[in-house]
């Protein structure tokens, strides 16, 4: 796995994180490490949206946040455990799974939007 990929699934176990945070922060020092997470989660997914395309880099950030908050939830916090939650989370796990496989790294280092200079 390359650079770019592990960044990608640090800013989705980050996201669990964070997500975490937002729904049970109580103390200062909570709420600041909730903010600390949401800083380098995206900073992370930005730095990988630089190599890799930027939908399929969201769609698995995103996939991986949801499973892992859910799993979070039921793992950590007593939310119930149901057969479909967890076969649905499955679902979307081949689906991340998919994506990253699938998906090759831009050859170009320029951003696709770059435009010619104004020598014309």
């Keep these: 796995m390359n650079k770019s990929w592990t960044l990608v699934f640090l800013a989705g176990t980050l996201e669990v994180a964070w997500v975490t945070g937002l729904k049970h922060s109580t103390l200062w020092w909570q709420w600041g490490l909730t903010a600390i997470a949401i800083a380098i989660s995206f900073d992370t997914i930005i730095r990988a949206s630089r190599v890799l ?68």
């Design 53 to 120: 395309p930027l939908g399929t880099v969201y769609a698995v950030f995103a996939g991986l946040g949801t499973a892992g908050t859910v799993l979070a939830e039921m793992l950590l916090f007593g939310e119930p455990v149901n057969g479909i939650k967890i076969t649905l989370i499955l679902v979307l796990l081949a689906g991340v799974i998919g994506l990253k496989m699938i998906t090759k790294e831009k050859t170009s280092t320029e951003p696709a939007t770059a435009q010619k200079g104004g020598d014309e």
